[in-house]
């Protein structure tokens, strides 16, 4: 069974940074693409940031220039570093792993406060 665990939310102030990681289980994880979202209540889903096996990347605009994806495929596990935050970045975030079949983990809580 897959299994799809992130981690790294928590408080930050405003400016500062937090690396979060998404760690799977039960599944080959090379095999996937792995993309971070981002929800608040409420509010639609918003697409982050995807990086395949290689390490390609791509990221929406609101987040390109302090955002960065990364995974370690020895390790089963991705990573999204980010920096200068800002009270907008507030949200739960999630990340995805798309293949033959699609996984999700149940979020990390962001909160840029001061």
């Known amino acids: 069974q897959v299994q799809v665990v992130e981690s790294g939310g928590g408080l930050v102030q405003p400016g500062g940074s937090l690396r979060l990681s998404c760690a799977a289980s039960g599944a080959i994880f090379e095999s996937y693409t792995v993309y971070w979202y981002r929800q608040a209540p409420g509010r639609r889903r918003e697409l982050l940031a995807g990086i395949i096996s290689g390490g390609g990347a791509d990221y929406t605009n609101s987040v390109k220039c302090r955002f960065t994806v990364s995974r370690d495929n020895a390790k089963a596990t991705a990573y999204l570093q980010m920096n200068a935050l800002k009270p907008e970045d507030t949200d739960v975030y999630y990340c995805?792993?798309?293949?033959?079949?699609?996984?999700w983990g149940q979020g990390t809580q962001v909160t840029v406060s001061s």
């Open positions: 995805s792993l798309r293949g033959s079949s699609d996984y």
